[in-house]
């Protein structure tokens, strides 16, 4: 019963150093999506993918890039990582959009 | 300019007493409504949700209040437990737009024994 599953759960990267963050879902879900959480700030939504093959910007999309590989897996780029970057990142699925999300454990990323 | 809003950053209350964990929306168009709780270092849990043709939804323990002409939602939880030592999440879901859910900043509860 693995639901959304994300790698890595803790990363720490060089200033401009680049990384990709993996999320697979099991649930057959539709939608899918990439929060950041920062003291203070909430969950905040970078991007969201609606059904395989789109993909949209959210709330704090600068910095970073998204694939939606397939239906379970969506993955989310940092090209040229900056330490304004250091978050805790979600990434979540939902059956449609809009719909009651489930969320994967969460990657400690750390940009030095 | 923050649609969703938790206005009491933590709360501690009895275990055995009631936590009431409050909710304020600016938008009128929200028509759905959800809690998630959060432990540390683990993602959020989905809790429990109202529609807006609601004013209330009760699952076990915890109970959703909706007020729509006060713009403000309450999550009750009756009894706290130390378990339930958590942050909580509302968010909001607008009737016209499916893109996203709107989140408040998160309330951190304590549930002392």
Redesign the interface.
Known sequence: NAGVTQTPKFQVLKTGQSMTLQCAQDMNHNSMYWYRQDPGMGLRLIYYSASEGTTDKGEVPNGYNVSRLNKREFSLRLESAAPSQTSVYFCASSGTVGNTIYFGEGSWLTVV | DQQVKQNSPSLSVQEGRISILNCDYTNSMFD?F?WYKKYP??????LI?ISSIKDKNEDGRFTVFLNKSAKHLSLHIVPSQPGDSAVY?CAA?HAGN????I????TSLAVNP
């Open positions: 759905y959800l270092a683990e993602g959020p849990t989905f949700s999440f879901k499916n893109r996203k859910l989140w408040g900043l998160g």
